[in-house]
Structures are given as C-alpha cells and as structure tokens.
C-alpha cells in the first residue's frame, strides 16, 4: 500500500487537556479592538508586551569574592554540624567488618583463579 500513513488519534486525555488550554487562553485573551484609524491595534493586542529590565549595577570582584568565601565558610560548618550527627562504628567494629570483607575477597579470588586455571588447561586440551 503506498501513500502516507496516518498515525492513532491521542488518547482522551490528551485531547481533553488540549481543548481545556484553548478556552483558557480565549479567557485570558482581551479583544482587540481594530478601527480603520489604527490597523496596528490587532497585531499589538495580540502580542505581549515587551518588559524591559533595570539596568543593576554589577558588584565589584571584592563583594563576588566575599560572598563566595561566606557560602563556602557556611558549608563547611554545616558539614561539621552533620558529621557530629554522625554515629561512628567502635574499632572493634571496624576491625571485624573489615576480616569479613578480606575473607571474603580471599575466597572470591581463590575461586576465579581455579575457575581460569581449571578453563585454560580445557582450552589447551581442545586446541592441541
């Protein structure tokens, strides 16, 4: 079959959420007013208008600088505040997770080097 395809309609909601954001819009709209005196009066109705911005005086490098060295001052006290909240392990604690991991490691090696050792005698017997 040539020709173009034409794709599903969208599902209800989507059709429903469409025609809702149409009637605000007519809502908020204000009706222009066009007279034959001033044919810009639509165009300028139907357009936003444009705000311009105060120009602000920029700061100067010193108070940039400063301002930048307070936050940073204000973060490293609050990350002091947050580490004293902080619950640390004893060290007999420490000391024990940290035989199980090594333990664990050990094993974990032990394994995979006899599964590499066990696979390359394999592949030596299959390839000569």
Do not use: H, Y
């Not at 809502?27 to 911005?53: E, G």
Request: charged share 25%.
């Amino acid at each position: 079959m040539l020709g173009v395809r034409i794709p599903p309609g969208l599902p209800f909601i989507f059709v429903a959420m469409a025609k809702s954001k149409k009637k605000k819009k007519k809502k908020s709209a204000a009706p222009a007013k066009a007279t034959s005196d001033s044919p810009k009066a639509v165009a300028v109705a139907d357009s936003k208008p444009i705000k311009k911005r105060k120009a602000e005086p920029k700061a100067s490098v010193i108070d940039r600088t400063s301002g930048l060295v307070n936050t940073v001052k204000q973060f490293l006290r609050e990350v002091r505040v947050e580490l004293s909240k902080v619950t640390w392990p004893t060290r007999k604690d420490t000391i024990a997770s940290t035989s199980v991991v090594l333990v664990i490691v050990i094993l974990i090696a032990a394994f995979l080097g006899l599964v590499d050792l066990g696979l390359s005698k394999l592949m030596r017997l299959l390839l000569s």
